[in-house]
C-alpha cells in the first residue's frame, strides 16, 4: 500500500493538515484563482479536492463543481460539509491517475501540493494528460506547490508543531534521488503514545513543472509565487502554474 493510500494518515493528521482557519481561507484563495485565470463561470474540477475547502467555494459562487479524491473518509467530510450549506457538488471517489472526462472543464485546480505522490514520474504526466484533455479549448489549470527553490532556500531537516488539541507533531526529512524527492517521517504524539507515519512526494522547480506541463500538450504556462500573483523568485513562498489550453 502506498503512503496516500492510506486512510489512517488522513483521519489521524486531519486536525494538523486541515484546520478551520484552512477552511476560512479558502474564499480569498478562490478569488485570487478565478483572477489569475480570468474565469467567470462555468464547469471546475478540483483534482485532489480533500474535504471540499475550495470546491464548497466554488460551488458557492455559482459555478459546476467536480471534486475527486481517493479518500473516501475526506470525502466524507467533503459530503457533510456540502450538504449543510446547501451546496450541490459532484463527488467522485477515485485515483487522480483515472479521472478523465473530456472537455467537460473550463477550470481545473491542483491546490496545496496535491501533485507528485507517485513513485513513477510517469504517472505525474499521465495526471496532467488527463487534465489537459478534460479541459475545454482555453481552459484554465492551477496547480500549487511547495516549490524546489524555496526548500533549498529554507531547508529544514526536522521541525516539531504544537497542535490544538495538545498533540505535537515533529516532522523529519530526507532529500532523496537527486533533488528530485523528498521522504518525510511525521511523529504524532498525543496522550503519551506516538504514531509514525512515513510518505514522500516528488518535489519541482519552476521550470520543472512548466517543461512537463509543456510537455503534455498546455500551450501556455505562467508562473507565480503564489495564489495572489505575485513574481516567482527567490522569495517567492508558493509555486502557483497557470497553464491553458
Given at each position: ?5 492510506s ?9 494538523f ?27 471546475v ?8 475547502r475550495h ?119 530526507q ?11 511525521w ?26 506541463l ?13 495564489l495572489?500573483?505575485?513574481?516567482y ?13
Amino acid at each position: 500500500m502506498e503512503w496516500f493510500e492510506s486512510e489512517d494518515f488522513w483521519r489521524e493528521l486531519y486536525p494538523f493538515m486541515f484546520p478551520e482557519e484552512r477552511f476560512a481561507a479558502a474564499r480569498e484563495e478562490v478569488a485570487y484563482i478565478l483572477a489569475l485565470t480570468n474565469c467567470h463561470g462555468g464547469h471546475v474540477l478540483d483534482l485532489c479536492c480533500g474535504p471540499g475547502r475550495h470546491s464548497l467555494e466554488f460551488a458557492q459562487q455559482g459555478f459546476h463543481v467536480t471534486g475527486v479524491d481517493r479518500s473516501p473518509f475526506l470525502l466524507e467530510i467533503a459530503r457533510g460539509r456540502a450538504a449543510a450549506a446547501g451546496l450541490a457538488v459532484e463527488w467522485i471517489e477515485t485515483d487522480m491517475r483515472r479521472f478523465s472526462r473530456a472537455g467537460a472543464f473550463d477550470l481545473a485546480c491542483n491546490i496545496f501540493t496535491s501533485f507528485g505522490y507517485f513513485r513513477d514520474e510517469e504517472d505525474d504526466l499521465r495526471v496532467l494528460r488527463n487534465v489537459h484533455a478534460s479541459l475545454r479549448q482555453g481552459g484554465a489549470l492551477v496547480i500549487e506547490l511547495l516549490g524546489k527553490e524555496r526548500i533549498a532556500r529554507m531547508w529544514q531537516s526536522a521541525s516539531c508543531d504544537d497542535l490544538p488539541d495538545g498533540s505535537k507533531l515533529v516532522q523529519r526529512r530526507q532529500l532523496r534521488d537527486d533533488w528530485s524527492r523528498i521522504q518525510s517521517e511525521w511523529i504524532l504524539i498525543r496522550d503519551e503514545t506516538a504514531r509514525t507515519f512515513h510518505f514522500d512526494h516528488a518535489i519541482y522547480s519552476g521550470r520543472e513543472i512548466k517543461d512537463r506541463l509543456l510537455l503534455c500538450g498546455f500551450r501556455q504556462v505562467q508562473l507565480y509565487g503564489n495564489l495572489a500573483g505575485v513574481p516567482y523568485g527567490v522569495d517567492a513562498p508558493r509555486l502557483v502554474a497557470v497553464a491553458r489550453k
